[in-house]
């Protein structure tokens, strides 16, 4: 049996995981880029479905954060859930359900669900001790409409 020490740092280490995770859907949907850039080792590759061949490293991840939409502009929110991480010392895997809620004329600007799917993430512990993605795939399932990059609601 592993000892309380050992199974502590098991928790914390997943709830570090955790907070990673829920900083991605925050610091995208509000502009915080700073806040966004700090979920991302240098060399990260973020495979978002709507940007050929994804995103590598911090210059590039960075321009994919510019050209999706943000609030006030844009009001939408990231949702988590059921997220089941890994743990293997100073990497750790995660796959979660996603989906993501946008305001849509058509009912009036209430919430809809624009796209869900999964989530799978690599992380790794860095050197000030952060848990960062060193990868994410989003796997979209479904979508109320496909835009390119940059355009409202994308």
Same mark, same amino acid.
């Given at each position: 049996?592993? %000892?309380?020490?050992?199974?502590?740092?098991?928790?914390?280490?997943?709830?570090?995981?955790?907070?990673?995770?829920?900083?991605? /859907?925050?610091?995208?949907?509000? /502009?915080?880029?700073?806040?966004?850039?700090?979920?991302?080792?240098?060399?990260? *590759? &973020?495979?978002? %479905?709507?940007?050929?061949?994804? &995103?590598?490293?911090?210059?590039?991840?960075?321009? /994919?954060?510019?050209?999706?939409?943000?609030?006030?502009?844009?009001?939408?929110?990231?949702?988590?859930?059921?997220?089941?991480?890994? =743990? %293997?010392?100073?990497?750790?895997?995660?796959?979660?359900?996603?989906?993501?809620?946008?305001?849509?004329?058509?009912? /009036?600007?209430?919430?809809?669900?624009?796209? *869900?799917?999964?989530?799978?993430?690599?992380?790794?512990?860095?050197?000030?001790?952060?848990?960062? *993605? %060193?990868?994410? =795939?989003?796997?979209?399932?479904?979508?109320?409409?496909?835009?390119?990059?940059?355009?409202?609601?994308?």
């Amino acid at each position: 049996m592993a %000892s309380i020490e050992e199974r502590m740092k098991v928790l914390e280490d997943k709830r570090a995981i955790l907070r990673t995770l829920h900083d991605y /859907g925050h610091t995208l949907d509000y /502009g915080d880029e700073a806040g966004f850039m700090d979920c991302w080792t240098e060399d990260a *590759f &973020l495979g978002w %479905s709507i940007i050929p061949n994804g &995103l590598k490293g911090h210059a590039r991840i960075r321009e /994919g954060f510019h050209v999706h939409t943000h609030a006030p502009e844009a009001w939408h929110k990231h949702m988590l859930a059921e997220p089941r991480i890994t =743990l %293997s010392g100073d990497t750790a895997s995660a796959h979660s359900y996603f989906w993501r809620l946008d305001p849509y004329k058509s009912s /009036g600007g209430a919430p809809e669900i624009y796209a *869900f799917g999964r989530y799978i993430d690599k992380f790794m512990r860095c050197k000030d001790g952060r848990w960062r *993605f %060193s990868e994410r =795939l989003v796997e979209k399932e479904a979508a109320r409409e496909e835009k390119p990059i940059g355009a409202k609601g994308a």
